[in-house]
């Protein structure tokens, strides 16, 4: 078994209410946190070398040593628990069986720093969830831990569940506090940052709840123990949502730095390809990371072992690599049609796009339609190339990095497959009956 | 595709006013806008799961915004439906990994069983049929949400005969 530091008091009976999550340990960081300086825990989680667990991996430390203290405006803590990358179904499971790691957490980082007031933005699809989260900062608040004068400290603070309404790009962190606002989901142009202009034009952080869940460890055993976990560039543990083709979807805790093949094909984790088939692809790190066929997940270009770390991941950049990301991980067997999957990804960008930017409004439009006809056997060869040059000119060009969520998994399947593609636009009857991921030599050059 | 007129009169129930009133006293001072999306949610709990102008209004006024911010908010986010919907919305998930483990086949016989095509409501009103994207439950799939329930693994069609029976006892037992 790995180390666990999420997950380790998660089978414990009752652990959902305030009383046995208390009994066993919990909320003591709170309690070792509010005799501390706030900015001596902002070291602390500097020091554990974490990672935002929402997909970017940004520094968290880092990311809150830049909020704006000084002008001494209201600061702002915002837990992004929207959830809505295809194949992440991580920060429900916390959430769900372990609500009041979340409450510690935002109880800690909020003091950290030094906001008074904070909101958990979950997904609205998440009904029993936020009924959930709304008993536990009761029953916290019943005891002293939320309020004002928190264990006679003198700080207040009070935590708001705010809920969403259905729309993929709220979890982009400004077109989050723009819904929170009680606005559309429209992402804002950066600079400036939340740290700076935020929430209601404050300071503001905005963390992943798996991040968030992380910091009472962190402060109970320092930084430092929590660099020792995983590996150099990659501190601690993660949580991974696996899914498709495998025989134990579900929500594993792994140590970072876990060859792939072993999270795969352990019994302690995925237990391998369903149904006796062969593995054909991997989506590692939810939807809007490239996909990777069977050899190159589970072997880097250099022919190393691929591990689930951040650097291990993302070895050999896009042409052979690709992200850790959300760690939603998806399996494909190999009956899966990888223009298909595809294709659904792009449909999903162009239903989620908020519309601002052209490139990502109309690119994602192209591509779903593209896809739809070489998907339908009504595809040219030119049509293979025109999907290439449409997601090159949606790349780097927009407002969000939707747009290029949107462009990477086009250009990691053409990339990767692209002899799938010719063969739906050459045979395209024979292709919807057969399977040519698995063929060997493409027959046209790449782009 | 903005709403339909109710033509009834909308007023939240006293006990919905409280929550009302405690989901605005949430915000700081002068941000009480920040209750839009939650006092929407609360319209369609109280009146039949979608929004009508009337009610779009009658928030409008009780926050003091002018109606059209909530058309573009309420028309932007894919939870508030703009049209009547039966007793029950069914909402099937159709995004990649739910559908390469059957969304699809869940799809179809939905369609079959209740004579209704996607966006449809059956004729005794009771279903309606909806796909959605990624609903954070791709390990479950096939999948579907209906109100506060998440329904995982409908991978067989005893297991969707014993949904829709039990939601249809549920009907009954309500009336
Ligand atoms: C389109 C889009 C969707 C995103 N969805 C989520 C999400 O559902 N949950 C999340 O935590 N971060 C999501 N992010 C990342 C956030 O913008 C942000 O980086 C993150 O919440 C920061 O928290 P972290 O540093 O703790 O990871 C998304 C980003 C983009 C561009
Ligand atoms: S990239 Fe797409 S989702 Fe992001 S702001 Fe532009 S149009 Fe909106
Ligand atoms: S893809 Fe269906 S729940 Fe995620």
Known sequence: MSKKILLDKINIEGIKSFDVYRANGGYASVEKALKMAPNDVIEEVKKSGLRGRGGAGFPTGMKWSFLDKKSGRPKYLVCNADESEPGTFKDRYLMEFIPHLLIEGMIVSSFALEANLSFIYVRGEFRWIIKILEQAIAEAKRAGFLGKNILGTGYDLELVVQTGAGAYICGEETALLESLEGKRGLPRIKPPFPAVVGLYGMPTVVNNVESIAVVPWIVLNSGEEYAKVGTAKSAGTKLISACGNINKPGVYEIELGLPVEEFIFSEEYCGGIANGKRMKAVVAGGSSVPILPTELILKTAAGENRLMSYESLSDGGFATGTMLGSGGFIVYDEDQCIVRNTWNFARFYHHESCGQCSPCREGTGWMERILHSIENGHGKMSDIDLLWDVQRKIEGNTICPLGDAAAWPVASAIRHFREEFEWHVMEPKECMNRNYGLREKSIMSIA | ?175
């Open chain 2, 1 to 175: 595709m903005l709403a339909v007129k109710s033509g009834k009169q909308v007023e939240f129930s006293p006990a919905a006013m409280d929550r009302a009133r405690e989901i605005i006293s949430r915000y700081p001072d002068g941000k009480q806008k920040s209750a839009l999306l939650p006092l929407l949610h609360l319209v369609q709990d109280e009146f039949g799961n979608w929004l009508s102008v009337d009610s779009m209004d009658y928030i409008a006024r009780l926050l003091h915004i002018q109606p059209i911010e909530v058309y573009e908010v309420a028309t932007f986010y894919s939870m508030y439906n703009m049209q009547p919907v039966g007793r029950f919305l069914l909402e099937i998930c159709h995004t990649g990994p739910c559908e390469i483990r059957g969304a699809e086949e869940l799809i179809s016989t939905l369609q079959n069983k209740l004579l209704i095509k996607v966006g449809e409501t059956s004729a005794d009103g009771m279903f309606t049929l909806k796909r959605v994207e990624c609903l954070a439950a791709c390990g479950y799939a096939p999948m579907l949400q209906c109100g506060m329930h998440y329904h995982e693994f409908l991978d067989s069609e005893e297991k969707i005969d014993r949904l829709l029976n039990d939601l249809r006892s549920k009907a009954t037992q309500n009336n």
